[in-house]
T-cell receptor
Framework: NAGVTQTPKFQVLKTGQSMTLQCAQD?????MSWYRQDPGMGLRLIHYSVGAGITDQGEVPNGYNVSRSTTEDFPLRLLSAAPSQTSVYFC?????????????FGPGTRLTVL | GQQVMQIPQYQHVQEGEDFTTYCNSSTTLSNIQWYKQRPGGHPVFLIQ?????EVKKQKRLTFQFGEAKKNSSLHITATQTTDVGTYFC????????????FGRGTQLTVWP
């Protein structure tokens, strides 16, 4: 049981480049989320999904796209990278059933945009 | 705007001193969760409180959920160097469990 996996661990992009951050979970969790973490800003929600085929915007969605074609995978696409997107990105998943709805986080992707 | 406020942003204590972080929501939460993130790591779930006025303890950590289900606190007694990290509160609003609202966290530094 690998939990939540994220690839790559580190990435350097040039302004204007596009890329996809991968996230996968093997716990059959319905809910998945993407966060970015910047110093002093905590965890800010980018997009989230409550099941395959269903996604919604979070607090800071601009410049990012997501899709959820399977329960296991929830990739995050940067359309045209900007220096303001330099951050640490965390993917998280959680079980749908109450009351135990804790989120399990992946190890993160550290992205630098030059 | 920020849905869940958390203070203080930073706290520096000497080993053995107590530590408290406070979380306040602008709206009623259906639950409150606490996470710990060690330096360079990812957030890890600590505990969840669901009931109004609930208090839970984990060894030296005491968690409270306010009567109005809008505020919460985490208190650590006699801090140790292993307590270093950032503590986040987070909560769900209403019956929507897919989205979790996080506070900005309190970064705890413990001097030996």
């Amino acid at each position: 049981n690998a939990g939540v996996t994220q690839t790559p661990k580190f990435q350097v992009l040039k302004t204007g480049q596009s890329m996809t951050l991968q996230c996968a979970q093997d716990m059959n969790h319905e809910y998945m989320s993407w966060y970015r973490q910047d110093p002093g800003m905590g965890l800010r929600l980018i997009h989230y999904s409550v099941g395959a085929g269903i996604t919604d915007q979070g607090e800071v969605p601009n410049g990012y796209n997501v899709s959820r074609s399977t329960t296991e995978d929830f990739p995050l696409r940067l359309l045209s990278a900007a220096p303001s997107q330099t951050s640490v990105y965390f993917c998280a998943s959680s079980y749908k059933g109450a009351p135990r709805v804790e989120q399990f986080f992946g190890p993160g992707t550290r992205l630098t945009v030059l | 705007g920020q849905q869940v406020m958390q203070i203080p942003q930073y706290q520096h204590v000497q080993e053995g001193e107590d530590f408290t972080t406070y979380c306040n929501s602008s709206t009623t939460l259906s639950n409150i969760q606490w996470y710990k993130q060690r330096p360079g790591g990812h957030p890890v779930f600590l505990i969840q409180l669901v009931k109004s006025g609930e208090v839970k303890k984990q060894k030296r950590l005491t968690f409270q959920f306010g009567e109005a289900k809008k505020n919460s606190s985490l208190h650590i007694t006699a801090t140790q160097t292993t307590d270093v990290g950032t503590y986040f509160c987070a909560g769900h609003r209403g019956s929507t469990l897919g989205r979790l609202y996080f506070g900005r966290g309190t970064q705890l530094t413990v001097w030996p």
